[in-house]
Every structure is written in C-alpha cells, then in structure tokens.
C-alpha cells in the first residue's frame, strides 16, 4: 500500500562533485522511489561518501538533485543525520544520545520529544537500556541506537555512511531493524558499500 507516501522520490540528473576542479562525481543519474533499499558500490575513493555528503547538502554539486514527496517539493531537512561519536563522551545515556540525534532536526526539544524517543527505541529494542551509558552497549546495540537516533527524527530518507552489509551477528539485528522500516514506512534507504566497481543497484523493493 503506497497511500502513506504514494510518490516519495530521490532523483539526481547529470549529478557531478569536484574537489579543487579535481572530479569525484561524474554526471551520475538515478532514481529512488518509495520502500527502496539501494546500495552504492564502489572501490575505496569511487565517491561514495561524496555522494551522501552532497544529497544531504553538505558539500556543493552541480546537475539536479530533487527530493518530491508527491507533488510537493522537500529539501535535505527529509534526510536523516547521525551525531558524531566523537561529540559524546562514554557517561551519554542511550535516552540521552537518541535525544541528540532529534535536537540535531529540531534544534529545541520539541513538545513529543519523549514519545518520539520511546517509539525509536522501541522499535529498535532497546527501550530497556535508555537509561544505561552508551559505553555499557555491545557493538550490535550500539548500532540500533545509533538507528534509532535516525528514526527519532521522522526522516522520509536514511544515508548510512560505510556500514557492513553481509549479515554478521553485529550486524543482523540491525538490517533487519531498517529493513522492517524501509518496509513499513515507504520510505528510502541509502547505504555505500565497498566493491570492485562503481555501481547503483537496487537490492531490495518493499510493496
């Protein structure tokens, strides 16, 4: 049912990056529309991170780049953004890191701030451990939290920088946890990948 988000759309046309004249990007196209798990594959220095960093609008580009939810034109405040580890120190709840993922959209703690995080956690299992120290979390709970402070921010897009893809025990609970939301949302989600080429596939269209 696409009733929820019937026309979410990430288009890039004739898309390039540079730095100092020196190209990262060259006149990429795609198209990403609702309940799309897409990854970006690409040797080290293919422009991966690049890619992201400019979507969110971080870095400048040229060609277009369009976000539309329907008929209705959205900017980069779609996308979802993690904190820096390095801006925590080890005493940071769980309650307390999601909470900066959502004041980083919001700047000023909204009224249903509570609630949007409990729903985060929630769906990442981690309710239980909101308020234990970040430092005290296995490295796969460390990933959900680090999901759930992109969930706690509504985003109709997700870019993950670098994650490891293959199935691992770190790894499966949190694939399948965005899975389950790419699914359920209609929404987009956006990862790189390391491989031996430069490519865009689509690995996975949830209806």
């Not at 949302?185 to 996975?204: A, E, F, Q």
Request: aromatic residues 6%; proline residues 5%; positive net charge.
């Amino acid at each position: 049912n696409f009733s929820v988000y019937p026309m979410l759309t990430l288009r890039l046309s004739h898309f390039g990056v540079a730095y100092s004249g020196i190209p990262a990007i060259v006149d990429l196209s795609l198209e990403l529309t609702s309940a799309t798990f897409a990854v970006v594959s690409g040797v080290l220095g293919a422009g991966k991170t690049s890619l992201l960093r400019a979507i969110e609008g971080r870095i400048r580009h040229t060609g277009k780049l369009s976000i539309t939810d329907g008929d209705t034109v959205i900017n980069e405040s779609a996308i979802a953004r993690p904190i820096k580890r390095h801006l925590l120190n080890a005493e940071t709840s769980v309650y307390q890191f999601v909470l900066l993922g959502l004041l980083q959209k919001t700047w000023s703690r909204p009224a249903d701030a509570d609630e949007r995080i409990q729903k985060a956690l929630e769906r990442c299992c981690l309710l239980h451990k909101s308020q234990q120290p970040i430092s005290s979390l296995s490295p796969s709970e460390m990933r959900l939290a680090e999901l759930a402070q992109l969930f706690v921010q509504n985003p109709k897009i997700i870019l993950i920088d670098e994650p490891e893809v293959h199935p691992n025990p770190v790894n499966s609970d949190y694939l399948s946890c965005i899975s389950k939301w790419v699914k359920e949302t209609k929404r987009l989600l956006c990862s790189p990948w390391k491989r031996n080429r430069i490519s865009v596939s689509l690995t996975g269209l949830f209806r």
